[in-house]
Structures are given as structure tokens and as C-alpha cells.
């Protein structure tokens, strides 16, 4: 397995309160993404990244941000957390297969409650 | 855009019953993905396709580009394969996130 690691596995905070997710990976791949999972929904995209500083929005990215300064940790930040923001958040890392086909592994979640 | 959908949406069966989860898809692809959650854990690749067929122990994929259709089998079932079936797709138009789009997963029950 690739070394995908997410922190915290649960967390529960305030509405209004700043929140970060982190998620660590050890083998240098370039796209990672998180996505978040809620009852009813497909898990959607919420920011991904290309590489170092080099992010971009998935579909539903409003009430978030995310920051890589280094390849191997991508943070999700909720700058003032939402109780519609109450989900389990996911990770994933892209490695290539062969050219133009792509293998994802994904980290273990964060559950995160907001009250 | 691209829509995943998968059927059953829940499926409850009988300890070594022949499981068929299916998915389909709606835009041009370049590969699939089945992905397996276990109650309150994290997300596992079973297989990626994108053509024919693969198979992995006790269960077996497929899928159809022209019908841009793809099934999960489970053969001889057991109480350890509950868990949410999740199938994936990467579009082939290029560009933007190359992430995937997801189905809304299947979520399955096998009775001892």
C-alpha cells in the first residue's frame, strides 16, 4: 500500500471554529485530492493538487481551503466550520498504472463533527 | 456531465449466494474502479478495469465499454464481504481535476 496517512481519525469542534485535516503521504506522488463522504451522496471532490503550491477546486469547494508547501502533506483547512460541513473526509493519492490510466489509494478518513 | 449509477442501492442476501452489483456510467472513460468500504473504515481499491474482465479470488469484474456498463460479482458470499460497493469512473476528456466520479455505492448485507 502507499503510505497514506490522514489526522485526526475524528474530531469534533464548534461551529465558527478554524478546523485543519491533514493528510501525509510518503511516496512523492504529485495529484492528491480530498473528497468528502455523506449519506446519499457519491464521496465529491473538494480541492485537489498538482503539486507543490499548485491546487485547484473540485465541486464543492465553497467554506474550504487547502494548502501544500510540501509534496507530501496536503491540509484541509475550514476556516469557520459549518454544521453542514459535518462528514467524513477522505484523501487519496494518484499513482500512474501506465500511461493515461491512473491507480488511487485512499487514507483512512476523518470523521469530523461540527456541534 | 459525467453520472455514475449504481443498482441495487441495498442488498441484503443469504450466506454463499451469487452477488451482482452493477454500474453504469454515462460519459466516455478511461478506466473503472471498484472500491470496498467496511463499516466505519476507510476506502479499499478491489479492482481498476478498463476493458474485459478481471478477477481477484471470490470475485470477478467486467465491464462493457460500448454499453459503458460494469459489474461486480461476489461467488460463494460470506458475512465478511458486508460492506459498501462503490464504483468509480475516470473520464477520458482530459483536462481539470482527473479525478473520479463516483457512484453512491451499494450497500450489501450477507446473512450468516
Known amino acids: 500500500d502507499a503510505g497514506i496517512t490522514q489526522s485526526p481519525r475524528h474530531k469534533v469542534t464548534e461551529t465558527g471554529t478554524p478546523v485543519t485535516l491533514r493528510c501525509h503521504q510518503t511516496e512523492n506522488h504529485r495529484y492528491m485530492y480530498w473528497y468528502r463522504q455523506d449519506p446519499g451522496h457519491g464521496l465529491r471532490l473538494i480541492h485537489y493538487?498538482?503539486?507543490?503550491?499548485?491546487?485547484d477546486k473540485g465541486e464543492v469547494s465553497d467554506g474550504y481551503s487547502v494548502s501544500r508547501s510540501k509534496t507530501e502533506d496536503f491540509l484541509l483547512t475550514l476556516e469557520s466550520a459549518t454544521s453542514s460541513q459535518t462528514s467524513v473526509y477522505f484523501c487519496a493519492i494518484r499513482s500512474s498504472v501506465r500511461v493515461g490510466i491512473y491507480g488511487y489509494t485512499f487514507g483512512s478518513g476523518t470523521r469530523l463533527t461540527v456541534v | 456531465k459525467n453520472e455514475v449509477e449504481q443498482s441495487p442501492q441495498n442488498l441484503t442476501a443469504q450466506e454463499g449466494e451469487f452477488i451482482t452489483i452493477n454500474c453504469s456510467y454515462s460519459?466516455?472513460?478511461?478506466?473503472l474502479h471498484w472500491l470496498q468500504q467496511h463499516p466505519g473504515g476507510g476506502i479499499v481499491s478491489l479492482f481498476m478495469l478498463s476493458s474485459g474482465k478481471k478477477k481477484h479470488g471470490r470475485l470477478i469484474a467486467t465491464i462493457n465499454i460500448q454499453e459503458k456498463h460494469s459489474s461486480l460479482h461476489i461467488t460463494a458470499s460470506h458475512p465478511r464481504d458486508s460492506a459498501v460497493y462503490i464504483c468509480a469512473v475516470r473520464s477520458n476528456s482530459g483536462g481539470g481535476a482527473d479525478g473520479l466520479t463516483f457512484g453512491k455505492g451499494t450497500h450489501l448485507i450477507i446473512q450468516p
Open positions: 460519459v466516455g472513460i478511461s478506466a
Open positions: 493538487s498538482y503539486g507543490v503550491k499548485d491546487t
